[in-house]
C-alpha cells in the first residue's frame, strides 16, 4: 500500500507570508518521508469540510510547480480538478509542463467539479451536471490524443482542436496518469473504466459497493479492473507524539483488506514537522507491506 499526503489547507502559522516557506518545508519533509504521493485541492475558495472561505487558497498548478522545485521523489496532482476550471488543451499543456519540470512526476487528477459557490464567486464557468460530464469526457479524450502526440484534428461535444500539438513530449510514458475523482456509478467509474488509470473513493460503508460497479464498467470495456489504482480519502491524525498510529495502521489494513492500493489525505499537524516523522518511520514503512 502506498500513501499520499494531501496539503489542504494554507493557513499556516505566521499567517500568508509564511506559507510559501511552510509550504516547502512540508513538501520536503513528506518526500524525504517516503509519501508516495503529495497533493493539492483544486479550488479558489477554501471548502466548508475544512474552514471558511476566507482562508487562503493558493491556486493548484502555481502551486505544484512550486512543490516540484523542493521535492525530489513524490508523485504530484491535485485532488482534483474541476474540468471547466481549464480548457482542456491548456490543462494537458499545463500537466505536460509539470511532467516535464518535476522529472517525469506528474498526474492528472480531474473530475466533473461540484462547487458552484466558488466558481460563481468569481465567474467561473460552471454548466449544468450533465454538460460538466461531457466536458469531462471531452478532457480525456484530448489530453489523451494530445499525449499520443496524434496532431489531427479533435471534435468532442463542446471541445474542438484544429491541431492538437503538444511539446515538449511528457517523461512519463506513454502519459501521465489519470485518476478521476467521484463515485457517481453510472458516470464517474464508466469514464474511470474507459480512460483512467487511477480512481479517488471515500472510506465509507459504500466502497466495497463501489469497487464492485467499478469491476463490473471495467467488464464492458474490456478493461483489466486489477490495472487501475483504488486510492481512497483518509485524514491522518497519528497524534502530537504518534501515539495514535497503531489505531491508523488498523485501519489501513482493513483498508487493505478491502481491496484498495493507495492511501491519499491530510496528516494533522504536519506543518510542525513531528507527525510526518510518525508517519515515515511507524507507518509508512508497515502499509508499504500490505
Known sequence: MKIGLHIRDYSF?????????????????????????????????????VGPAELDMLEAYTTLGFLAGHTEKARLLTLVTAVTFRDPGMLAKIVSTLDVLSGGRAMLGIGAGWNREETAGLGLHFPEVAARFEHLEDALRLCARMWAEDESPFEGIHVRAER???????????????????????KTLRLVAKYAQASNFFWTDRLPGKLAVLREHCEREGRDYAEIEKTVY????????????G??????????????????????????????????????PVAGKL
Open 13 to 49: 502559522p505566521g499567517g500568508t507570508a509564511a506559507v510559501a516557506a511552510t509550504l516547502a518545508r512540508i513538501a520536503r519533509h513528506a518526500d524525504q518521508a517516503g509519501f508516495a504521493y503529495i497533493a493539492v485541492p483544486d479550488h479558489v475558495f477554501q471548502v466548508s469540510s
Open 164 to 186: 492538437p500539438l503538444s511539446r515538449p513530449r511528457t517523461l512519463t510514458r506513454p502519459h501521465p496518469p489519470v485518476l478521476i475523482g467521484g463515485e457517481g456509478e453510472q
Open 234 to 245: 483518509y485524514e491522518f491524525d497519528p497524534g502530537p507524539d504518534g501515539e495514535r498510529a
Open 247 to 284: 489505531a491508523i495502521l488498523d485501519d489501513l489494513a482493513r483498508i487493505a483488506d478491502a481491496g484498495l492500493d493507495t492511501v491519499i489525505g491530510p496528516v494533522t499537524g504536519a506543518h510542525t514537522g513531528t507527525p510526518l516523522d510518525v508517519m515515515g518511520e511507524r507507518i509508512i
